[in-house]
């Protein structure tokens, strides 16, 4: 039983969070050459996986109450207005660095930026979890768990992988200010829309 959770698990986690690879991509592209990079978006997407994991297991236990389903279209706000901030420095030429040494420094990328994205792409992972987890016993809810937060590691390493191939880094270092905030914008209309929020 715990194997077969195991391996429900692996495939509800990699079905539900594939395309966090591009927006960690972005992430690595844009703190290229800093010191701590990888941690700080490690630790900011185990913050966000653990607030969807959180809510999730919160709305199964029937703590609904404190995250009604109407409220979860409306974290589409959070990689919206972060897009709008980068889309905005990159207009105003603050993502333009004309010193060589800047450019191969990139940007600090923050633990709670990755985390409020991460936390707002997650909608459609409680939605999804939610049903999962009440058809389940609560052993294999833990197992559940237990996976993907292994598996929140495995995300991160292969987004840096991603990130760091030199045809793939090259493309992402060239268009990194335009292509961040329009993901970034994308991902907060999209998660606004498919939700309903603002009768949309």
């Not at 395309?19 to 913050?47: K, N």
């Not at 990328?109 to 389940?136: C, E, R």
């Not at 268009?175 to 949309?200: M, Q, Y």
Request: glycine content about 12%.
């Amino acid at each position: 039983m715990i194997l077969t959770s195991v391996l429900q698990a692996m495939g509800l986690f990699v079905a539900t969070n594939i395309d966090d690879i591009i927006v960690l991509s972005l992430f690595f592209a844009r703190g290229a050459g800093q010191r701590g990079t990888t941690a700080r978006i490690l630790a900011g997407q185990y913050l966000g996986f653990a607030g969807i994991l959180g809510a999730a297991v919160l709305v199964t236990i029937g703590a609904g109450a404190f995250l009604p389903s109407e409220a979860i279209p409306y974290f589409g706000l959070i990689p919206l207005g972060l897009g709008l901030w980068a889309a905005w420095q990159a207009w105003r030429g603050d993502d333009d660095d004309d010193d060589d040494e800047a450019k191969v420094a990139g940007k600090k990328v923050g633990v709670w930026t990755v985390a409020g994205v991460t936390l707002a792409n997650g909608g459609d992972n409680i939605g999804v979890y939610t049903p999962v987890f009440l058809s389940v016993e609560p052993l294999a809810v833990a197992a559940y768990c237990i996976v993907f937060l292994a598996l929140v590691a495995a995300l991160v390493v292969l987004a840096k992988f991603v990130a760091t191939r030199q045809p793939i880094a090259e493309v992402l270092e060239r268009w990194e200010h335009i292509l961040f905030p329009i993901v970034l914008i994308g991902l907060g209309v999209v998660i606004l829309v498919s939700g309903g929020a603002f009768g949309l």
